[in-house]
């Protein structure tokens, strides 16, 4: 006999303002940004009051502050935001492996995770992530919805066609020039127009516009660390070729470490010699997956730790202490152009390839 899958979404309401407003009852209610507060900070998070005047994460906070003069900002504290979203993860590990699914499950799980934290969750059950996931976006604030097995394509059909996961705003334009405005209308276009048009995105665009998605759930697992290293074919103490493979290193694991969304407080550089004697040197910093920040660390480390009398065999980079977050929320004084710099490559290097851009001095020769 046939068993539908039941799969809930669970994400936490503007989590960033969500923790500030538990630790101060007085933030409730009022337009709350946070993020950096010089005029070349973006905004980082903002409660749905802030919203109602038009400003959204990753916004100028210049062009935030004119929406909304009276807006109150606070710079953040990533610790506490860890410690929550671990508290989070915590609850619903102890309770989902016990139970197979049942709306009333999942309500009372949500009822949980606000007594033992305070803060409030969206969910919505349905029968694949995708329908779960657009299902939860559309009941924030502190909602929840349940989308019948079969009603999944109904349920689809009258949202705008930027609110299924992965169109972006130039796909968006692009449907929005073909008159497709809504999912019902991409549903019924021919699946061979949109695989024409699009590629395998097309394909996989109209498999979503008709509510499919055979995606797994995978277990949760906690990743302590993201790393990689080199064990050169000859030792060298070429100094130029080893800051190349330092950088080249550095680029791989902190665009991985956007990929997954996380941040980190802690890196370290790995050297081994000719002679096998290996050695670390690490150090803490605030939590951020910038290259430009990553990169000049490692740069540090390896001057503090390298001795250049020595034939290097082997180097290595490796980032601890991770958390959730992007490079949005991580830069608050960074400028609006190097978030949109940072966005730029990694789109690039999802479509073309992780080592069709790089930094100048990371490339190999």
């Not at 910093?285 to 390298?306: E, G, M, N, R, W």
């Amino acid at each position: 006999m046939f068993h539908a899958r039941h799969i809930a979404h669970l994400d936490l309401d503007a989590f960033f303002v969500s923790v500030e407003c538990l630790r101060n009852t007085a933030l409730r209610g009022k337009p709350l940004i946070v993020g950096g507060s010089g005029d070349r900070g973006v905004v980082a998070a903002c409660s749905y009051e802030a919203r109602s005047f038009g400003i959204h994460s990753a916004m100028p906070m210049k062009l935030a502050r004119r929406l909304c003069p009276q807006a109150i900002i606070i710079s953040g504290d990533m610790e506490q935001y860890s410690y929550y979203s671990k508290l989070i993860t915590s609850i619903i590990a102890e309770k989902v492996p016990v139970f197979e699914k049942s709306s009333l499950f999942t309500a009372e799980l949500k009822k949980t995770i606000f007594k033992e934290s305070g803060l409030p969750i969206s969910y919505a059950l349905a029968s694949n992530k995708l329908i779960s996931k657009v299902g939860t976006n559309e009941v924030k604030p502190n909602g929840q919805l349940e989308i019948p097995f079969g009603n999944e394509k109904s349920f689809l059909a009258p949202l705008a066609v930027q609110k299924m996961p992965g169109v972006g705003k130039e796909t968006t334009q692009l449907l929005n020039r073909m008159g497709v405005e809504t999912i019902k209308t991409l549903s019924e276009i021919p699946v061979r127009l949109l695989h024409n048009l699009m590629g395998k995105s097309g394909l996989d665009l109209w498999k979503k516009a008709q509510g499919m998605d055979n995606s797994p759930v995978v277990p949760y697992r906690e990743q302590k660390s993201i790393s990689s290293e080199e064990t050169f074919s000859n030792d060298t103490i070429d100094m130029q070729f080893l800051q190349q493979e330092l950088i080249r290193l550095t680029e791989k694991i902190t665009y991985e470490l956007r990929q997954q969304n996380k941040l980190t407080g802690c890196v370290t550089v790995k050297i081994r010699y000719a002679n096998f004697d290996t050695h670390t040197k690490q150090v803490s910093i605030p939590y951020s997956s910038a290259d430009h920040i990553l990169i000049s660390t490692v740069k540090q480390l390896f001057a503090a730790l390298y001795d250049r009398r020595l034939l290097v065999r082997l180097i290595g980079v490796r980032f601890t202490h991770l958390i959730p977050g992007n490079h949005q929320i991580n830069l608050f004084e960074d400028s609006q152009e190097s978030i949109r710099l940072y966005q730029a490559i990694d789109s690039i290097k999802n479509r073309f390839g992780v080592q069709i851009i790089g930094h100048a001095a990371g490339q190999r020769r």
